[in-house]
């Protein structure tokens, strides 16, 4: 059945409050508005920052930065990581300004793709990028879950921890996000809005601490030290994979873009929210690392730590408090909970969009919105179950930590270069290109090509283990498991996708009446057609 939407003057689209701007560039695009735009500026620059949370990531994952390198790894790794972070993102937002779309990343592939070769590529970028963000909230939720263990390592001595605790307190933590996703989705930008205060006030009364009351460690320790805890023979090596603490704090920027379809006058606030995400978290980020290894005290004591977190050792010898410390604590919880609760949300949109596109499996069902809520349930709960699934590696693996965090910053920037790649290639053969309000002007294609050469440098470290000899116990399972990610998508593509896959559905066209006033005829989706 076909039907069209006028774009008034309202800027209202069946009460989804869509500005006629946003109308239009979904019509250009080629897809129907299904989602209530609630997002402004503030509340999205609010939901970026939180979901990103830079210095919190610093001070959760510490802990691979100082077995491998160091302080020398960490300092000077984290500047490089802002540059490369920066280039990144910043092609990403001038490719969200063409095109703000949830799909994102395999959309823009689709794009600028050749076009024998868009609709393989389009496929196999979806499945890596839908699971990446899979896997990023599963590190989140790692982090947040074994945060809470630790704390019960901290104040109860008689109890003893087992892994599969961790991957229970993972589940009851999806819970809540699950929840508050569905039935309190008309709060998350005041979550957010929240979310952002915290993430501001929380660093400051942290930093005011630690100055004030911690021990001091000298400049040359901070600035010079360098620790080869991993048993590699090289330095080198265990420098690299000693920047997976300052990587893994930058992955996920794009995060708003997924949210896209949500977010009033999106061309133009998604690539500021970007840009702003980054600059914010980093200053911040480097900020806190400073503070922390000037408050660190003995290296080997804070990684010995039964709680499984150097953070909290450092709170609890700051405070010489297990209460206080805990309190400190409870503070990097809270913030992860407002990240995870815009981490889920933004998932399942990108999980819906590739949906949307018939590129999952049981595409016409993952592919709903409710009708009461104007989400996608079935999407936010086929995430959840896969987040469960991933969780499982924390019971087989004593060194979950390394292979959840190097799984979801890998298939991440997998998924961000295959785009910045093409996008480059466009550049450097003259093509045209369809830029939106935000560009990068001339500078573009260099800053292509220092994103693609960072990126390139991270993904041949991330996979690595964090020390040597490797046991089955030890290994880090996240270039075994996105390999087999990569199977299984090539399996779906000769079953599915090269029969019925084209790349991303038109779902609608841009008209105008007699009076120029434009109108979007919404028409049915091929995607019904794909299961």
């Known amino acids: 059945m076909e039907r069209s939407i006028e774009m008034t003057s309202a800027g209202r689209d069946n009460g989804l409050r869509s500005t006629d701007h946003d109308l239009a560039v979904m019509a250009k695009i080629g897809k129907k508005q299904q989602f209530s735009r609630i997002f402004g500026f503030l509340s999205t620059l609010a939901l970026s920052s939180t979901l990103l949370a830079s210095w919190e990531s610093v001070a959760e994952s510490i802990a691979a930065g100082l077995t491998n390198g160091g302080p020398v790894s960490l300092i000077y790794g984290m500047l490089l990581s802002i540059s490369g972070t920066l280039a990144v993102a910043a092609s990403l937002a001038e490719m969200a300004s063409i095109c703000p779309i949830s799909g994102a990343q395999y959309h823009w592939t689709y794009m600028f793709a050749p076009p024998k070769w868009a609709a393989f590529i389009t496929w196999m970028q979806g499945w890596t990028t839908v699971f990446a963000w899979q896997a990023t909230v599963t590190s989140v939720t790692f982090l947040t879950a074994t945060q809470i263990q630790g704390l019960m390592i901290l104040n109860y001595p008689d109890y003893t921890p087992e892994r599969w605790h961790g ?10 996000l699950f929840a508050a996703n569905v039935w309190g989705i008309r709060l998350l930008p005041l979550i957010e809005l929240m979310g952002g205060v915290c993430h501001i006030a929380f660093f400051v009364m942290m930093l005011i601490v630690l100055v ?29 994979i000693g920047l997976l603490t300052v990587v893994y704090s930058f992955v996920g920027f794009d995060g708003a873009i997924h949210m896209s379809e949500e977010v009033k006058d999106a061309a133009t606030t998604i690539p500021k929210v970007i840009i702003l995400t980054i600059v914010i978290n980093a200053t911040l980020a480097f900020a806190f690392l400073i503070a922390l290894l000037f408050c660190l005290g003995d290296i080997e004591t804070v990684l010995s730590t039964p709680t499984g977190y150097p953070i909290i050792a450092i709170f609890v010898q700051a405070t010489n408090s297990n209460a206080a410390g805990t309190v400190m604590e409870a503070g990097l919880i809270i913030i992860a909970f407002a990240s995870g609760f815009a981490l889920l949300a933004s998932v399942s949109r990108l999980t819906f969009a590739f949906a949307r596109d018939g590129g999952m499996p049981f595409s016409k069902f993952f592919a709903h919105v409710d009708p009461h809520y104007h989400i996608p349930i079935r999407a936010i709960s086929l995430v959840c179950v896969v987040i469960m699934l991933l969780s499982l590696i924390n019971i087989g693996s004593s060194i979950a930590l390394y292979a959840i965090l190097s799984l979801s910053s890998l298939a991440l920037y997998v998924s961000y270069l295959v785009p910045i790649s093409l996008l480059a290639l466009k550049r450097i053969r003259g093509e045209p290109i369809p830029f939106g309000p935000w560009t ?47 199977l299984v998508a090539l399996l779906d593509w000769f079953i599915r996708g090269r029969k019925h896959y084209a790349g991303p559905l038109k779902e609608a066209t841009v008209m105008t009446d007699e009076n120029k006033t434009p109108t979007v005829e919404i028409v049915q989706s091929s995607a019904d057609k794909m299961m």
């Open 212 to 240: 004030v009351l911690s021990p001091r460690s000298s400049a040359e320790f901070v600035f010079t030290t360098f620790t080869n805890g991993g048993g590699w023979q090289s330095d080198g090596v265990s420098w690299c």
């Open 440 to 486: 990068l002007g001339k500078f573009g294609l260099f800053i292509n090509l220092y994103a693609i050469a960072f990126g390139i440098f991270i993904i041949i470290f991330l996979p690595f283990p964090a020390a040597t000899p490797v046991s089955a116990t030890s290994m880090n399972y996240a270039a075994p498991v996105f390999v087999f990610l990569e």
């Open 167 to 176: 991957t229970l307190l993972m589940w009851a933590y999806l819970a809540v």
